[in-house]
């Protein structure tokens, strides 16, 4: 008999351990502040900062998307003007276009949304995993899962007495120095830069992802049927990396193969749109020889790069002028060109003598 009473008591116990818990999450509500940043012990793990930032996509109507990698999740605020509002950046570290295609269709499920600008990278195209999503990231009962875990509940305490480390502001970009903190240990930019020159081993230069055999491609062209049906206004940009990750591409798959992948994007939006009889969605080249993307990287690790942080992730401010040149901001008329399949050709031989031409003048 005392054995089934202690059985009973510590069940009433857990049950009311676990009201008491979802209560406070839901009272605290750390992930759903306006001004509230989202937890560092969640960043260090990709599946967690996914399934926060599902749940925070769920929670208002948002009408835009900023879509990709963590480049997309570095650099583009969804409160610039190019944006409908609300409208939130859903991009996150090491997403494949399979992963960006899987955010759309939940995003669409739950908002109205209406305007995209997916930022496409060559390495999301050639991972070796088709998706790092969690199986159960998009399950109705996931986020009754999240408001009784303890990790909400540390987060909740974290908020009440304001401590904690915050790199992903509350409208899902990336907080804007957090990255400054990795500079300065590294000891500078010109140190930091050299961390990623083995960046790109590991990758296969196929369409293909290797784990399930299946063409990255077809998901890309599913995301433009997606916006086709449901009438989103889409914009493709290829963002503006520094030219030392050109180089580091170059030198572990090849500069031609990364111009290639542009031509092919250019293809396959114009054969979706045929498929549709609708105009191709606009698409912007930014990764151009440019004073922005060949900043001179500093050698003393004091100094500060205005543009970006290493050779792969652009500053915020660097995104504001991508945003304002979509916008058709006349001031930096001459970063980026327009893509299409009549000047694909000649925009690629461009850039090929504009890469001699920046070799050239390195070299002297």
Request: charged letters at 25%; glycine letters at 4%; aromatic letters at 16%.
């Amino acid at each position: 008999m005392n054995y089934l009473k202690w059985i009973s008591v510590w069940f009433v116990a857990a049950i009311v351990t676990l009201l008491l818990v979802g209560t406070l999450n839901y009272i605290i509500s750390p992930y759903n502040s306006p001004y509230r940043r989202l937890s560092e012990i969640n960043y260090f793990s990709l599946a967690k900062l996914l399934v926060i930032k599902t749940f925070q996509v769920d929670q208002l109507e948002y009408k835009g998307l900023v879509l990709g990698g963590s480049r997309a999740e570095f650099g583009f605020s969804p409160e610039h003007d190019y944006f409908i509002k609300p409208s939130y950046n859903y991009g996150s570290p090491g997403s494949s276009v399979y992963d960006t295609k899987l955010k759309l269709k939940h995003a669409i499920k739950t908002n109205n949304i209406k305007q995209v600008v997916y930022v496409a990278d060559y390495g999301t195209f050639i991972l070796k995993k088709q998706s790092q999503v969690p199986k159960d990231l998009f399950a109705d009962g996931q986020k009754y899962f999240y408001l009784f875990s303890t990790d909400t509940l540390i987060n909740s305490f974290k908020k009440i007495f304001k401590t904690g480390a915050y790199p992903v502001l509350s409208n899902g970009q990336r907080e804007h120095f957090h990255r400054q903190k990795k500079v300065n240990k590294a000891g500078g930019h010109a140190k930091y830069f050299a961390i990623y020159k083995d960046f790109y081993k590991g990758y296969y230069p196929a369409y293909q992802y290797q784990d399930t055999k299946k063409n990255s491609f077809d998901d890309f062209e599913e995301i433009m049927e997606i916006c086709y049906k449901n009438n989103i206004k889409l914009d493709v940009v290829f963002g503006p990396s520094h030219v030392a990750m050109w180089e580091i591409l170059n030198d572990t798959i090849s500069y031609s193969k990364w111009l290639k992948w542009k031509k092919d994007v250019v293809l396959s939006m114009q054969k979706i749109s045929d498929r549709f009889n609708k105009d191709p969605y606009r698409l912007f080249d930014f990764s151009v020889y440019h004073k922005f993307t060949t900043e001179n990287v500093p050698k003393d690790p004091k100094a500060q790069m205005k543009y970006h942080w290493e050779p792969s992730h652009y500053k915020p401010v660097l995104g504001e002028i991508v945003l304002n040149r979509l916008m058709g901001d006349s001031k930096f008329k001459e970063f980026g060109v327009e893509l299409n399949i009549d000047n694909i050709e000649s925009h690629l031989n461009n850039q090929k003598n504009n890469r001699l031409k920046y070799i050239s003048s390195k070299n002297q």
